[in-house]
């Protein structure tokens, strides 16, 4: 079992940064992939970026790629999202998951952390 908890959400304005933080627990961490995926009201929830378990391969969605990073940290248990030059439709509720096929299978989820940019 793995749970997790985001922080780092906010409100920021157009052009901005934030970095979203990831905490898990669970003592298989560091063998899952890990995610932020997000969900903007009225739209359906997407994959944002994915983090091989060693840190070693990386994936973004076109729509964040060269504004967005993700790291991790196994022997804290945390994974993190950089967002740079944040747009008003990055506005969303941002969610850790974990899994060993993402983005398409995700195992776990966190409870998601609320990002707002303003215009």
């Known amino acids: 079992q793995v749970q997790l908890s985001e922080s780092g959400g906010g409100l920021v304005q157009n052009g901005g940064s934030l970095r979203l933080s990831c905490a898990a627990s669970?003592?298989?961490?560091?063998?899952?992939?890990m995610g932020w995926f997000r969900q903007a009201p009225g739209k359906e929830r997407e994959w944002v970026a994915v983090?091989?378990?060693?840190?070693?391969?990386?994936r973004f969605a076109d729509s964040v790629r060269g504004r967005f990073t993700i790291s991790r940290d196994n022997a804290k248990k945390m994974v993190y999202l950089q967002m740079n030059s944040l747009k008003p439709e990055d506005t969303a509720v941002y969610y850790c998951?974990?899994?060993?096929?993402?983005?398409?299978?995700?195992?776990?989820w966190g409870q998601g952390t609320q990002v707002t940019v303003s215009s």
């Open positions: 983090i091989s378990w060693s840190g070693g391969i990386k």
């Open positions: 669970g003592r298989t961490f560091s063998t899952y992939a």
């Open positions: 998951v974990a899994g060993n096929r993402l983005p398409d299978e995700c195992d776990y």
